[in-house]
């Protein structure tokens, strides 16, 4: 008998993959299970918390009951998931010829880089240089002076790290007793910068499931990855214990590799966040070769009509 996360799973996927099971009806169902199952297991586990937290306190909408209905709440959306840009142009809609002038370095293929998380695409949202400058000099004169403890802040924040995460940070680096003071004053005084600095825009996208369920996995093997992956994988003779992101290398991350892996039917590629830590670490991030495939909902919290 179906779960309810079942039920809930296959109302989300048929509303959003009706186009791609017309044309790809056979490897849509099976793509269709798979992610209902998936959903069905997370439900499951967010029922359970939710009920020993209302057993605990008595209450339907402390933490748990919240994520639980939220989760409930996404089922039934039409859209894909929400995802999110970091950018130095204003627009709405994005432009294939401005790929490639962000802070990002394009290191996993050439294409529009969106993040699962907030704060990571918050990171290459541009860096005002004055700010820079000013935090390099910082810097320079802790290492002069041989503190290097505030030299690591100093270095998390010239990383692109957000105060968020520096100062999330701050127990694992083990500073205790002046260390601590000393790390605390440098936050203090690098965060005026990072506040005070020209930032650039912040944009809530939605990426169809439709596509990434179709996206090269960079870190998986290529036995786990979807049909049109494996398939293209065979031809250029990879071996399928071989990681998505041997495939990567193999086509190259220059506009000819991305041609080749768009003609083999693959939308894009999606990795895991390096950076991310504690519950963010399985957070994906998404190059997105077609920027039709994107729709931009959102620029700095204000809707996009």
């Given at each position: 008998?179906?779960?309810?996360?079942?039920?809930?799973?296959?109302?989300?996927?048929?509303?959003?993959?009706?186009?791609?099971?017309?044309?790809?009806?056979?490897?849509?169902?099976?793509?269709m299970a798979g992610n209902a199952n998936d959903q069905a297991r997370v439900f499951n586990q967010l029922n359970d918390q939710a009920l020993a937290e209302m057993q605990?306190?008595?209450?339907?909408?402390?933490?748990?009951?919240?994520?639980?209905?939220?989760?409930?709440?996404?089922?039934?959306?039409?859209?894909?998931?929400?995802?999110?840009?970091?950018?130095?142009?204003?627009?709405?809609?994005?432009?294939?010829?401005?790929?490639?002038?962000?802070?990002?370095?394009?290191?996993?293929?050439?294409?529009?880089?969106?993040?699962?998380?907030?704060?990571?695409?918050?990171?290459?949202?541009?860096?005002?240089?004055?700010?820079?400058?000013?935090?390099?000099?910082?810097?320079?004169?802790?290492?002069?002076?041989?503190?290097?403890?505030?030299?690591?802040?100093?270095?998390?924040?010239?990383?692109?790290?957000?105060?968020?995460?520096?100062?999330?940070?701050?127990?694992?680096?083990?500073?205790?007793?002046?260390?601590?003071?000393?790390?605390?004053?440098?936050?203090?005084?690098?965060?005026?910068?990072?506040?005070?600095?020209?930032?650039?825009?912040?944009?809530?996208?939605?990426?169809?499931?439709?596509?990434?369920?179709?996206?090269?996995?960079?870190?998986?093997?290529?036995?786990?990855?979807?049909?049109?992956?494996?398939?293209?994988?065979?031809?250029?003779?990879?071996?399928?214990?071989?990681?998505?992101?041997?495939?990567?290398?193999?086509?190259?991350?220059?506009?000819?590799?991305?041609?080749?892996?768009?003609?083999?039917?693959?939308?894009?590629?999606?990795?895991?966040?390096?950076?991310?830590?504690?519950?963010?670490?399985?957070?994906?991030?998404?190059?997105?070769?077609?920027?039709?495939?994107?729709?931009?909902?959102?620029?700095?919290?204000?809707?996009?009509?």
């Amino acid at each position: 008998m179906p779960t309810l996360a079942d039920i809930y799973s296959a109302i989300n996927t048929a509303k959003r993959k009706g186009a791609d099971f017309v044309q790809n009806p056979g490897t849509s169902l099976q793509q269709m299970a798979g992610n209902a199952n998936d959903q069905a297991r997370v439900f499951n586990q967010l029922n359970d918390q939710a009920l020993a937290e209302m057993q605990q306190t008595n209450r339907l909408t402390g933490p748990a009951g919240q994520k639980l209905m939220q989760t409930m709440g996404q089922a039934y959306q039409p859209v894909g998931m929400t995802v999110w840009h970091g950018s130095p142009h204003i627009f709405e809609r994005f432009d294939p010829s401005k790929i490639g002038t962000g802070e990002g370095a394009q290191m996993y293929g050439k294409g529009l880089y969106t993040a699962q998380q907030q704060e990571v695409a918050k990171r290459f949202t541009p860096r005002d240089m004055n700010y820079e400058d000013q935090l390099m000099k910082k810097y320079q004169q802790a290492e002069k002076s041989g503190d290097y403890t505030s030299m690591q802040v100093y270095e998390d924040f010239l990383t692109q790290k957000t105060p968020e995460e520096i100062a999330s940070s701050f127990k694992d680096m083990g500073f205790v007793g002046k260390d601590l003071i000393k790390a605390q004053k440098a936050f203090d005084d690098a965060k005026k910068l990072y506040q005070g600095q020209k930032q650039g825009s912040l944009y809530k996208v939605d990426l169809p499931d439709t596509h990434i369920r179709r996206m090269l996995d960079y870190d998986a093997p290529l036995k786990d990855q979807p049909y049109n992956v494996r398939n293209f994988a065979k031809k250029l003779g990879l071996d399928m214990n071989d990681l998505g992101g041997d495939l990567l290398m193999k086509v190259g991350k220059s506009e000819e590799g991305k041609k080749a892996l768009q003609d083999a039917g693959i939308p894009g590629i999606k990795y895991f966040d390096q950076m991310a830590r504690g519950d963010q670490k399985n957070a994906r991030n998404f190059v997105v070769f077609d920027p039709e495939h994107l729709t931009v909902l959102e620029r700095n919290a204000k809707p996009i009509k």
